[in-house]
């Protein structure tokens, strides 16, 4: 039986300082000669695909934790709002005066009305160098939300958005990725779910379903599925609930887990 293996990016892939390790790409091409299905599992949206990753077999991919769902070209599952729900979540956003990153799969928009936060400065930054950055207009087609980053130190405020949300009909989930940091997700989505929707595409058993991840979002999966697999930089917690705990992505995480496990 083929084993489907499924990979976050940032953490996991890439390191902490946004290289990739020269292994992994060599290493996943082994994995795809010896029969394994590979996938990216990933918190970003199809915009913010990391090109240096373009050299990987890919089969498919879990963008937007679980709201997009592709496999081989083909799309299984996309969730994300017109332009005129947007606007009413951005609404939503404003009327809690939440801070807020939306991440659409045309790109990355920020509100100029609306609240602010320092780190937000940060994603402006990787936004603008990506080619990625856009700005909220009434007119823009393109704003299309399909998950949201916010920042709030209060566990009120974040109830209070969520329920605004729910109140227009568009329930969604927060994860929360410290600092502050809150990744919004629309409700029912996950990277687990993603593993789902692609296991019973494929016909391959639970058993054959291994994750790779090191943060919050990527719990659902972690804890989906038999084989768990948290990089050495993931938090204690995370790796007391994985299966195995592989080392950082600087020291050759991915390729030493994989030869391990007999995958490539």
């Not at 081989?72 to 005129?84: F, N, Q, S």
């Not at 997700?185 to 054959?208: F, Y």
């Amino acid at each position: 039986m083929s084993k489907l293996l499924f990979f976050d990016i940032d953490g996991t892939l890439i390191d902490d300082h946004h290289q990739l390790p020269p292994t992994v790409i060599p290493t996943l091409k082994r994995a795809k000669e010896k029969g394994c299905q590979l996938f990216i599992n990933t918190g970003r949206t199809l915009c913010n695909m990391d090109a240096r990753l373009a050299e990987i077999p890919l089969d498919g991919r879990v963008t937007g934790c679980g709201a997009r769902v592709t496999l081989r070209g083909r799309t299984l599952r996309a969730v994300e709002y017109d332009l005129a729900t947007s606007l009413r979540i951005r609404q939503a956003l404003r009327s809690v005066q939440m801070p807020a990153v939306y991440e659409c799969d045309t790109g990355m928009y920020f509100d100029p009305e609306g609240a602010t936060w320092p780190a937000i400065e940060g994603f402006r930054a990787f936004s603008d160098r990506m080619g990625l950055t856009r700005i909220i207009r009434e007119d823009d087609p393109e704003f299309r939300a399909v998950k949201m980053f916010v920042f709030s130190e209060e566990m009120k405020q974040v109830e209070e958005m969520l329920a605004a949300l729910v109140k227009m009909g568009c329930p969604f989930e927060a994860i929360d990725r410290g600092g502050a940091g809150w990744e919004v997700v629309p409700a029912g989505c996950s990277k687990a779910a993603g593993i789902e929707i692609l296991r019973e595409e494929l016909g391959v058993t639970l058993e054959d379903c291994y994750a790779f991840g090191d943060s919050n979002n990527d719990l659902s999966m972690l804890t989906h599925v038999p084989h768990s697999i948290a990089m050495g930089n993931a938090p204690k917690e995370l790796q007391s609930r994985c299966w195995y705990v592989a080392p950082r992505p600087e020291e050759d995480g991915i390729a030493r887990a994989l030869e391990h496990l007999g995958l490539a």
